[in-house]
């Protein structure tokens, strides 16, 4: 599924099971809220604070997907077309840093 065809399933959820989109401003915090789960996570189990016993169980995938859905909905409440967009900037960043971390010595 690409971007554009994700938008229209969630905005398809929200209509059929969500009664509405929340406003932006609960979105917003929402997404901040999804991205603390995932930084959690990745703290933990990959970085160097040890991992509660009650973390163990989390799914990373189960919560980036959380992310996804919430920017997918904050890009439908606010009119954007995150296939574009994200066209774009890949666009924009493949030209600007071409060859940027090529020539990075911190990467090889």
């Known amino acids: 599924m690409n971007i554009e065809n994700a938008q229209k399933a969630v905005d398809a959820w929200i209509k059929e099971h969500g009664v509405r989109y929340f406003n932006e401003l609960t979105n917003m915090a929402q997404l901040t809220e999804e991205v603390g789960e995932v930084a ?3 703290a933990r189990r990959y970085g160097e604070q040890s991992e509660k016993e009650s973390d163990r169980a989390k799914d990373l995938g ?3 997907a ?3 859905f919430v920017v997918l909905c904050l890009a439908n409440q606010t009119g954007i077309n995150l296939q574009e967009a994200f066209d774009k900037k ?3 960043k493949t030209q600007r840093d071409k060859n940027r ?3 990075n010595e911190k990467l090889k």
Request: proline share 0%.
């Open 66 to 68: 959380d992310v996804v």
């Open 101 to 103: 971390h090529k020539n």
């Open 90 to 92: 890949l666009d924009l």
């Open 62 to 64: 189960e919560e980036l």
């Open 40 to 42: 959690r996570i990745i």
